[in-house]
């Protein structure tokens, strides 16, 4: 199993441009979530999906983040514009549904917006 | 999820037994102690988690105190590689939103 695949690893962009991160979750883990990791305020959930439905969007910063999962292995985390306050790691994680709380993380998308 | 307090470093010998305290006093009967560790520039990575028993898997031992006011995890024999931060989280049963406090930086000493 290769595990969460997140893409692209580091992403450099102008403020006000689009950004779009992906996630592919491990295949039979129906529950994904969206994280960001910055300095100052650590590592917080933003954005949660069961089954392909959002079920918990309350850690989305503002109107110009957004996420889908239009399928059972794939989502996509966006922010329309961009601004540098956005620059952070973003973290995409899964578990099975109804199991133990046993999530795995991908290996993040380094994100800078200037 | 009740509260958990954790020191903000610790450093431990190659070779020796690491052991990471937690304070959870507000801990309720169904809530589960999760322990994850995020080693730099990698994703958190999960290592253990109880209830109210001691547990023990390939990795880690968690030991719960048995008010479960607090709980130890131990790594037996300390590497370099995991030198990292490690979270402990408290969980309520089929609460699926992980909170990550500041953890604590576990620097493992040659």
């Known amino acids: 199993d290769a595990g969460v695949i997140q893409s692209p690893r580091h992403e450099v962009t102008e403020m006000g441009q689009e950004v779009t991160l992906r996630c592919k979750p491990i295949?039979?883990?129906?529950?994904l979530f969206w994280y960001r990791q910055t300095m100052m305020r650590g590592l917080e959930l933003l954005i949660y999906f069961n089954n392909n439905v959002p079920i918990d969007d309350s850690g989305m910063p503002e109107d110009r983040f957004s996420a889908k999962m239009p399928n059972a292995s794939f989502s996509t985390l966006k922010i329309q514009p961009s601004e540098p306050r956005d620059s952070a790691v973003y973290f995409c994680?899964?578990?099975?549904?109804?199991?133990?709380?046993?999530?795995?993380f991908g290996p993040g998308t380094r994100l800078t917006v200037l | 999820d009740a509260k958990t307090t954790q020191p903000p470093s610790m450093d431990c010998a190659e070779g020796r037994a690491a052991n990471l305290p937690c304070n959870h006093s507000?801990?309720?009967?169904?809530?589960?102690v999760y322990w994850y560790r995020q080693i730099h520039s990698q994703g958190p990575q999960y290592i253990i988690h109880?209830?109210?028993n001691n547990e023990t898997n390939e990795m880690a031992s968690l030991i719960i105190t048995e008010d479960r006011k607090s709980s130890t995890l131990i790594l037996p024999h300390a590497t370099l590689r995991d030198t990292a931060v490690y979270y402990c989280?408290?969980?309520?049963?089929?609460?699926?939103?992980?909170?990550f406090g500041t953890g604590t930086r576990l620097t493992i000493i040659p």
């Open positions: 109880g209830l109210k």
């Open positions: 295949s039979g883990h129906n529950s």
């Open positions: 507000t801990i309720s009967g169904n809530e589960y």
């Open positions: 989280i408290s969980l309520l049963f089929g609460n699926e939103k992980l909170t």
């Open positions: 994680a899964c578990k099975r549904s109804g199991g133990p709380d046993t999530q795995y």
